[in-house]
């Protein structure tokens, strides 16, 4: 079955730690992306990745650090200088080609920090 | 800069009600795609149309349409006789041509159908 699997689901951790939120997909896709949902509000890009080892800023980067070192997984680091951290984060991956494609998303990591 | 809105917050209907949901659009290029998507209440958001600036047929698919309108910069999507499933919130989004593929989300409507 292809898809884009995150995890944990449901993740806790005390203010001041950092965090990694995993985002693998086996759809071979070539672009992947991390998003931040807060309640009643739209998806925010926090990153994207076009290619392995290359990665750009989306609108809400600061706070956040990823890395691209494998075409499948594109992980999420929240660091302690993420002033407000707890938010819903979905990955997604979509073909690169000319023109803007349909991106698919993962199931989201619901992140709590107290 | 791109902007999507989406006016409508909340809608409620009765199943079997059909319901359109609003989304206006704005975007300095002329080549640009629009999407819809839903999520239900799991969170995973899903894909369900891809449109790009150039066609400007409506489009029906089972009980779901779409409407674009360009003159207005409008992407309206209408649930016929709607069910109990279709509660979720709905996502319109924009994306330029370009290469990045970034994609400018809606706000969301949340749409609850009541049996």
């Known amino acids: 079955d292809g898809g884009i699997t995150q995890s944990p689901k449901y993740l806790f951790r005390k203010e001041g730690q950092n965090v990694t939120l995993s985002c693998e997909q086996n759809?071979?896709?070539?672009?992947m992306y991390w998003y931040r949902q807060d309640p009643g509000q739209g998806l925010r890009l926090i990153y994207y990745?076009?290619?392995?080892?290359?990665?750009q800023k989306g609108d809400i980067a600061e706070g956040y650090s990823v890395s691209r070192e494998k075409k499948e997984s594109f992980p999420l680091t929240v660091t302690s200088a993420q002033k407000n951290p707890t938010a819903f984060y979905l990955c997604?991956?979509?073909?690169?080609?000319?023109?803007?494609?349909?991106?698919?998303f993962g199931p989201g990591t619901r992140l709590t920090v107290t | 800069a791109q902007k999507v809105t989406q006016a409508q917050t909340e809608i409620s209907v009765v199943e079997k009600e059909d319901v359109t949901l609003d989304c206006v659009y704005e975007t300095r290029d002329t080549t640009y795609y629009l999407f819809w998507y839903k999520q239900p209440p799991s969170g995973e958001l899903v894909f369900l149309i891809r449109r790009n600036s150039f066609d400007e047929q409506n489009e029906i698919s089972g009980r779901y349409s779409w409407n674009f309108q360009k003159s207005t910069s409008s992407f309206n999507f209408t649930i016929t006789a709607s069910q109990v499933v279709d509660s979720a919130v709905y996502f319109c989004a924009l994306s330029e041509a370009g290469g990045s593929e970034k994609l400018v989300f809606g706000k969301g409507t949340k749409l609850t159908v009541n049996p």
């Open positions: 759809l071979n896709h070539d672009a």
């Open positions: 990745s076009q290619i392995v080892n290359d990665f």
């Open positions: 997604a991956s979509s073909i690169v080609a000319s023109g803007a494609y349909e991106q698919y």
